[in-house]
């Protein structure tokens, strides 16, 4: 029995622009001269690099390695040496620059043996491990790493859910792919159900691409699998991660979880073909499809290397026509204004528009807000955004979150039919970093604190043992010499009295002995010894004197 979509709340329908790039099959980009890798292409750390300036590299080989938990890694998307290590520019909202490994090509384009897995026969666990070297991240635009999310644990996963809505306008690369490459797309859903052990799979993708929803119905048919196919109403952001789980599921997401916790997990479909080549060829993720659209000579979409700058896929569409006023990388709604054309593609990168002046104009002034509550209407999680907006403008970020902020997917539905022209995603976006921020300097202080708890404690306490082993010796001390006054402790009435003996024994034996010449002595000692002869004298021990050396003959 075929599932029925259900609807979600809100959503907008914006002009689609998808026909301007999804009539032409995907072209494969031409080898280019240089590449700049990005070490941070993914949610997390970024990868730190593994290869120096000078050195060598070949297609597919880690020019970055995963660094903690949240990372993945970096690969050469081709032959050639390593010209730099260094901040160059990147395709960021920022602006900002990032580390990158820039490398020459040597148009040989030599790769390194790549390992096919025998992933039916392989552990869950070795085969995640494998995706996490071979640097695979979400290609749906949150590039979170696909070995993470391939993994069930804690809470047990009993759906899968493959993304192919792809409802923002004028974006395509997952028509096309759905359309010429769905066998392969069916086999990587296949790898991540062993990975995550699920029973039920669930492929959803908009009305709008009967091609795609045809081709893969195809497939899942050929390979024998028993996915199905659902066919999505067109609405934006129907492709949101918790939005298609309750279309296909009618499971609600939550509030400020996710869809794991209901035992559901999201993939792109993107992402299963990425995965997919990663374990039937052992090819690491080094390129990706990208659509190239809006004010170019030819719109359409391109196999491209992971590191190519976005001026060189820009020409390979013709290039921008005249009166071009910008381009934007992403979709219109939840895309950003790309800052350096010398920035390269990265995993992240889905889309590259180029903006006209009639098709996106200037944005209007904005006007104050009129509390007609069209984005609540509009805002597919059901959330209050004109009250959000309030409160994040006035830095009263608590209250703001108190509207639930960290569920607002930032998708711009709010924003596109506000009558003021608000930039509301905007406000939200600036608030969730504040937040952010503060909590981390929250964090940073809680564990200066307690350190500096620990150290108080630490000192004090050898203080304290230091006191009282000083405390310790004194009574002993005090109480041997209460013993031996009293007689109490026999031992030392003993010693004492062996003591005593030997000091008399030295004694007597001092006042036998006679020098035998005086004459060099001091004057003091010469008068003690005469005190002492004459003592013996009296006593009647005196001998008669032996001659010495000194006498006189």
Known sequence: MTRRPRHFPGGIHPDQHKAESNATPIATMPLLPRYVVPLRQHIGTAARACVEVGERVLRGQPVGLAEGYVSTGAHAPTSGTVVAVEARAVPHPSGLFDTCVVIDADGEDRAVEFQPLAWRELDPSALRNRVRELGLAGLGGAVFPSYIK???????????????????????????????????????????????????????????????????????????????????????????????????TGVETPTGGRSTDVGIQVFNVGTAYALQRAVTRGEPLISRVVTVTGHVARPGNFETRIGTPINDLLAAAGGALAGASGEIVGGPLMGFALMDLAAPVTKAVNCVIVKNPSQFPPRPVDLPCIRCGACARACPAGLQPFEMYWYSRARDFGRAQGYDLFDCIECGACAYVCPSHIPLVDYFRHAKSEIWEREREKSNADQARQRHEFKTFRLEREKREKAEKFAKAAEQTKAAANAVETGADPEAERKKAILHAALERAKKAKETVTPKNTDNLPPAIQGEIAEIEARRRAAGLADTPEKTGNDTP
Request: aromatic share 4%; charged share 20%; with cysteine.
């Open 150 to 248: 391939l993994n069930p644990a804690p809470q047990p996963i009993h759906t899968l859910i493959v993304n192919g809505a792809e409802c923002e306008p004028w974006i395509t690369c997952d028509d096309r792919l759905m359309r010429e490459r769905a066998p392969e797309i069916v086999e990587g859903i296949a790898v991540m159900r062993h990975a995550l052990g699920c029973a039920t799979v669930l492929i959803g993708v908009e009305d709008n691409k009967p091609e795609a929803i045809t081709a893969l119905r195809a497939a899942v048919a050929a390979a024998g699998a028993d996915f199905e196919v659902i066919a999505l109403p067109t609405r934006y952001p129907s492709g949101g991660g918790k939005q298609i789980t309750y279309l296909l």
